[in-house]
């Protein structure tokens, strides 16, 4: 098994670019930024890369001072939980702003603690920052590294400044090859959470973890970023441990209630994370039931092609359980009529209910998304969907199917070939996905079915 990356975890107080660093150092825009302080508010983890030099960079939220049972005291409180394991900190100051008293007392919390600290003074581009680098030297934490996270510049010094910390702790590398089928499927779940605002996504999260690991509370929208964090989940069946990537997202809301810049910016984010999924769990909340954003969510999973499961969470506190689970699944099968019979849960962040049944349905799902039939097998089944419902022969010609295969997986995507196709009516498209979902083992998962006539003019059939 590889050696896992050492952790380096960016602090200090709110806008001080943590983020563009953090983004800087995995080499993408995972981390969301913008001028208004606050806007991270979990710990958000990324594989780094720094001149040859790999770790796992952790961006946390700014730290405040406010009361420990507020949202920013919350915050705080994830932020020093960050430090727990960590093998090194990035502690950044803004150079142009020059030292605050909150910079002296994530000092004095830094001081205090046993890991090792790099100050990095960001935002030093040109002269402005001279000030506040020379004025953080009474950090008490050593020389600090002069840095533009935006830019770039600096970076060579902050490698040399990381090297003596971490560089013993590299993994070694590993020899590369041809992943399998097989290999994909021992490799972790991506699993994203999406749902509307309030559902208990972080909750949910956080009792799969047993930790409180996400930022939650009343506060509708408190998460912003998508955040994934690895986790090992116990088949209770077996005993044995399989791999999971959680993704917690932002609520997404409907268009028209979205007028604030970092909210959007929010949904595009969960969107990607719905990009990067194998499976989503689409949570609902028992208290609301089943509403129309549920199913316009549930559409845009199925349509980006990832598996799609539904759980309704707060089920504790659920009204006539029964009906509300009957009624959620007939408004699933008339609103999601291109995908019948999608997983539906009932599941409860807060006692743990249903929890283990969720993450192997998730794996049972990945599972028949990964799936791959045999050609030979495959075409049998089709000549017996062929025997059983002939193609229709509009105007009296008939439509010839000749054979299938399958061109892909993680969607399951198919391709018939035949004459006339353009006149195969979409019922009967219909007639074989449902076929293949129900008689080859795929369910409830995305499936593609593309029709190619040949190209030949003189084809007499055609």
Avoid: C
């Amino acid at each position: 098994m590889r050696k896992p990356l050492p952790q380096v975890v960016i602090v200090g107080r709110p806008n001080v670019g943590k983020s563009t660093l953090f983004n800087r150092l995995v080499g993408k825009r995972l981390a969301l930024v913008d001028d208004q302080p606050g806007v991270t508010r979990d710990r958000r983890f990324g594989e780094a890369g720094l001149l040859g030099l790999e770790f796992q960079a952790v961006d946390t939220a700014g730290w405040e001072e406010d009361d420990a049972a507020s949202l920013p005291g919350r915050m705080r409180a994830q932020t020093e939980a960050s430090l727990k394991g960590a093998d090194a900190a990035l502690f950044v100051i803004d150079a142009r702003a020059g030292l605050t008293p909150l910079d002296e007392e994530i000092a004095r919390w830094l001081r205090a603690a046993s890991v090792p600290v790099v100050l990095v003074a960001n935002k030093a581009e040109g002269r402005a920052g001279d000030t506040g680098i020379n004025e953080a030297y009474a950090l008490g934490l050593g020389e600090p590294i002069a840095l533009s996270a935006e830019h770039g510049e600096g970076v060579a010094d902050l490698y040399e400044a990381l090297v003596p910390l971490i560089a013993a702790l590299q993994p070694e590398a590993e020899e590369p090859g041809e992943e399998s089928e097989e290999d994909r499927l021992r490799a972790p779940l991506q699993l994203a959470i999406v749902g509307r605002p309030n559902a208990g996504k972080s909750t949910l999260v956080n009792r799969l973890l047993g930790e409180e690991r996400q930022v939650v509370g009343p506060e509708a929208g408190i998460t912003r970023d998508a955040i994934s964090i690895d986790w090992q989940w116990r088949d209770p069946a077996s005993g044995d441990e399989r791999a999971v990537r959680l993704v917690d997202t932002a609520g997404m809301r409907k268009k028209a209630k979205i007028d604030d810049k970092l909210e959007r910016l929010s949904v595009q984010d969960a969107r990607r994370a719905v990009d990067y999924a194998e499976v989503v769990v689409l949570l609902l909340d028992a208290t609301r039931g089943l509403e129309v954003q549920d199913l316009k969510i549930a559409s845009m999973v199925v349509e980006e092609g990832r598996g799609l499961m539904v759980a309704i969470n707060k089920w504790d506190i659920a009204a006539e359980p029964s009906a509300l689970f009957n009624g959620i699944r007939a408004a699933l099968e008339e609103g999601l009529a291109q995908l019948r019979g999608v997983p539906l849960l009932a599941v409860s962040a807060i006692t743990g209910k249903g929890l283990d049944t969720m993450m192997q349905a998730a794996f049972d799902l990945r599972e028949q998304w990964s799936r791959r039939v045999p050609t030979a097998a495959l075409n049998r089944w089709f000549d017996h969907a062929l025997e059983a419902n002939p193609p229709p022969a509009p105007g009296g010609r008939r439509i010839k199917l000749r054979y299938i295969t399958q061109v892909g997986s993680r969607p399951p995507r198919f391709v018939v070939f035949g004459t006339r196709l353009t006149d195969l009516p979409t019922s009967y498209e219909r007639y074989l996905v449902n076929g293949i979902r129900r008689e080859l083992g795929f369910g409830a998962v995305p499936v593609r079915l593309m029709l190619r006539s040949p190209k030949n003019p003189f084809d007499s059939d055609s």
